[in-house]
Each structure stands twice: as C-alpha cells, then as structure tokens.
C-alpha cells in the first residue's frame, strides 16, 4: 500500500507542482582583461574580471582643462541638489516599481519586454525628449513553460529548480534517471564511464562568477558528450535559501542536446553527500521548454541633443530585457532607469550640453550581448565621434565612482571629472571597466568606456533569481546612482577636450559567447 501510494505521489506531484513561467534566457560575459596603458590587447578568454585602482600615475593634465572641468562645480552641485534632496528626489525609484510591477519579468522574446519598450517610448514623449526612437534587432526566443524536477530515489523531494535558456524539453513523461554527481570537469572526465543514461548533477563551488559560470554555460554539452540524458547544475551564486538561479547555456554545434536547469545549492550537496554514502539518487526531471523562431526586438533609444558638436556623443545605457523569474529589478532595471532618467534631469534642468547625450536601453543582453552587438555593427563606423560609453550592469547599490577603461590621459580626465562628486562621496575610479557588457565591444575597439562602481557585494544573492525584485533596490541609494552618473556624463558630453581613444593591436568587432 505505500509503494503504490508513493508511486502515485511521484507520478501526478511534477503536474500538481508544476509552475507556468513566462520565458527565460540568460547572458554570458566574456570578460576582456588588460591594463589602462595607452594600448589595448583584447582577449576572448573567459575568466574573472578583478578590478583595481586606476594608474596611480601622477596625472599631468593642462592647466586650462583642470581650470574648465573645475568650472562644472556649481552645475554638479546643482544636479546632486535637484536629484537627491529636490523635486526628483524618490522618481528614478517610482519609475522603476512602476515598470517592474506593471509588467513583471521582461523576457525576450516576449509581449512583456515589447510592452515595456512602448512604455518607455511613450513616458519618453512625455518628458519631451529629443529623437526618440528603436532600432530592431533580431533575437532568440526561448520559452520555459511547465518544469519540475524530484527525486524519487532514496526518498521522495521536490527540488527547486530553474531551466536554463535555450535547453531544449524533455518528452512530455519526462526523464527518469539515475544520477551522477560530479564536482567539475575533470571530475566528470574521470567518471564517464559511470555517466551514460544518467542525470548528471555538478556541484563545483562558489569561486566567481567568471570561473563558476562555465558550468552552467557547456555543463550539458559536456554531460551529453558522455552519454548522459540530462544535466543539473548547482546554481551560481555565493548565497542561497534553497533558491535556483537561471541562465543562459550554449550548446554550439552539439550533436547532441539535452535538457539542462539549475538545482539549488542545498539540493546539489545533499546529493553529493548521499551518494558518498553510496545510496542510489534518481531523478524525475519533466521540461516543457521551447525553442521558437527568432523575434524582432527593439533597442530604444533617446537623446538630449547637443548645442554645438551634436554629431559627437556620449552614452549612458542599461538593458530593459531580463529573466522570467523575478521582477528584473536590478538586472537590470536598475541600471536601465538610471540612464533614462538621466537624459530626463538634463531636459528638465535645461542642461544641454555641447555634444549628444544618448540613453539606450538594449534588448537581448540576456541573450548574449545581441542589442549590444546590434548597435556596434551599425554605429561602429563612427567610432571616432563617441566621447565615451557608459552601461550600468552590475547592480545599483550604494554607488562608489566609475570603473573605467581608457587610456592614461583619459583615466586622469575621468578621476578630474569625478572630484566634483566629492560630496556624494562617489570619487574612486577602478580599472578595468567591469559591469557594462553591451559596451564591451566598444571597449575592445579603443573606445572610453565605463560601468557604475558600486557596494554590490550582494548583486549575485539575487541575481537570475526570484529573488530580483523592487524588495533589493532602495529609493535614496537609486538617487545617489542617478546623481552620480548624471552628473559625469553632462560634463564628459560638455567639456571641450576630446576624450582619447586607445590605439587597437587587435580589433575583435565580434566575440561569440558561450552562455551568459
């Protein structure tokens, strides 16, 4: 009587547990390492992106360009004043609750995302802003639908779980399987001839994300290679309450494709310890995933438009796109509002300064950079006409400075730039830009770029995450981001000086990423 009552708890609990998503994907970096020297050496290597203080090189700027950005001091105060403690005090934050709770989790691909894109373009209008406009782009759509994943060996569990974007579903039974547990690669190597027909789990530790990733980005390619019939990996992030972590994976030119998620941290290690005892693990996993044709999204775009070089310009950018899971507050909504509402404070202030400043907010970054991509290819040509690039990625936590990557002039144009945010104590500079992977490519090609510097010790807690929602976002600290990174673009688009380009060894306009 209790198997039977157990056999029918493991049959019907995947289709009572089931839980109806609305699309996923997720985005990979590739992290480019080199120093801020005045030439630039890329790298296609996925590994972990320290930041460091920029050169502590004594800089040796003219005269006339200290005495000219030291004249900005009143403005800056005066855009710190109105965002921080006057009438936009509190907005970036309303805007933002607004587009994450009427639209939820913007996936691409789906309505949701293309909702808001008209939202956006509409509260553009709005303010009045100059050039409002998108620029179609061509991405995946990949769809989670119904998935649920239990053990059922040695006893009954419901394991949270997440798919990973592009994996493809399981028949609709789903898979039942033994289980292999490996700790990495080299593990799984030394195991594969234990691996056909099974479930295999990876458990590697929490390094980095740079290191850690790789397990989620080629784990089922990997596991397929040995004959396995479907992958699990433990979720990448430091930080766990028994809470999956989505994105993307890469099959390439796999032959073979499994279905892939991501399992909890707690799940991944009970069942690495249950099979030292040498207790036999299986697995119901039951996927529903869906490969579609590809969509036409839209990167959308506005400006303030500039009084005398309006040709030249500098942009600030966050992507609106995210997972399906949450309500992709601070990846990377955060990030996205901070860069419209920038062009916003300038229009309103009445600050318009001598070269464009552009806002983009990209579509498909969780895809693997595609909006990004997109606008390089077509604005790429006019390289020389961009001041400097700006993406806020990495969370929108009590901001710090800029990481930047540049060459040596432009690093001490950036540390000159940033004094006049002393008050919001917001002065370090860090190298190499870290946290704005759409503008990575640019950063490749010589141009200055730069990401929000930020306490976001905890970014990867919520990251891919249920966990992404307003709860993690703080309306003071919001205002201080935005006073930060309105602030330095003004005078970056306003100065008279050009900022330098770096010259390029080795020009990558395209690097194919494994998995976000």
């Not at 039977?4 to 609305?22: K, M, Q, T």
């Not at 965002?83 to 691409?108: C, H, Q, S, W």
């Not at 569990?157 to 033994?178: C, F, W």
């Not at 595609?370 to 400097?388: L, N, R, T, W």
Request: with cysteine; charged share 20%.
């Amino acid at each position: 009587m209790v198997r039977l009552i157990l056999s029918l708890l493991i049959a019907i609990g995947p289709i009572c547990n089931a839980e109806f998503v609305i699309k996923a994907y997720d985005d990979i970096y590739k992290f480019p390492i080199y120093g801020i020297n005045d030439t630039l050496a890329t790298t296609s290597a996925l590994g972990n992106k320290v930041t460091t203080p920029a050169n502590k090189d004594e800089c040796a700027l003219s005269p006339d360009l200290v005495e000219e950005i030291r004249g900005y001091q009143e403005t800056v105060d005066s855009i710190i004043e109105y965002i921080v403690n006057g009438d936009y005090k509190g907005r970036t934050y309303n805007i933002l609750a607004e587009l994450v709770d009427t639209f939820g989790p913007r996936m691409t691909g789906s309505g949701q995302l293309e909702a808001a894109i008209d939202w956006m373009l509409e509260k553009s209008h709005e303010e009045g802003l100059e050039n409002v406009h998108t620029e179609d782009v061509s991405v995946p759509h990949w769809v989670r639908n119904n998935e649920s994943a239990w053990m059922v060996l040695p006893r009954l569990h419901k394991l949270n779980m997440l798919g990973l974007g592009s994996s493809v579903g399981t028949p609709p039974e789903g898979i039942r399987a033994e289980v292999l547990v490996v700790k990495d690669f080299e593990d799984l190597e030394q195991n594969a001839h234990l691996a056909a027909g099974k479930i295999v789990v990876y458990n590697p530790p929490w390094v980095s994300y740079g290191e850690t990733v790789q397990y989620r980005s080629s784990g089922a390619t990997r596991a397929a290679e040995v004959g396995a019939v479907a992958s699990l990996i433990r979720t990448v992030g430091p930080f766990s309450i028994n809470s999956p972590h989505t994105g993307h994976q890469y099959y390439g030119n796999a032959s073979a494709k499994i279905p892939t998620a991501c399992i909890t941290v707690e799940d991944a290690s009970m069942m690495e310890r249950m099979q030292k005892r040498g207790q036999k693990i299986e697995v119901l996993l039951t996927m529903g995933a869906m490969n579609y044709p590809d969509f036409i999204s839209r990167n959308s775009i506005v400006e303030v438009e500039g009084l005398e070089w309006p040709d030249e310009t500098v942009v600030v950018s966050g992507h609106l796109d995210s997972w399906d899971v949450g309500q992709g507050a601070m990846d990377d909504g955060g990030g996205a509002m901070i860069s419209w509402n920038a062009a916003v404070v300038l229009h309103r202030l009445s600050l318009r300064p001598r070269r464009t400043l552009q806002a983009i907010l990209w579509t498909g970054e969780e895809q693997g950079l595609i909006g990004g991509q997109a606008y390089f290819d077509k604005h790429s040509s006019k390289k020389e006409k961009y001041q400097m690039l700006m993406e806020s990625d990495i969370g929108t936590f009590s901001p710090l400075g800029l990481a930047f990557s540049g060459n040596s002039e432009a690093t001490c144009i950036v540390k000159e730039i940033l004094k006049l945010l002393k008050s919001l104590n917001t002065t370090e500079v860090v190298s190499p830009m870290d946290g704005g992977p759409d503008i990575e490519v640019w950063q490749r090609a010589g141009v200055p770029t730069a990401s929000l510097y930020n306490e976001n010790e905890k970014y990867f807690w919520f990251h891919h995450s249920d966990g992404d929602t307003m709860s993690v976002e703080d309306p003071d600290t919001l205002d201080k981001c935005l006073a930060l990174w309105t602030s330095f673009a003004y005078v970056a688009a306003d100065i008279t000086h050009k900022i330098p380009q770096i010259q390029v060894q080795q020009e990558e306009s395209r690097v194919t990423t494994t998995a976000p």
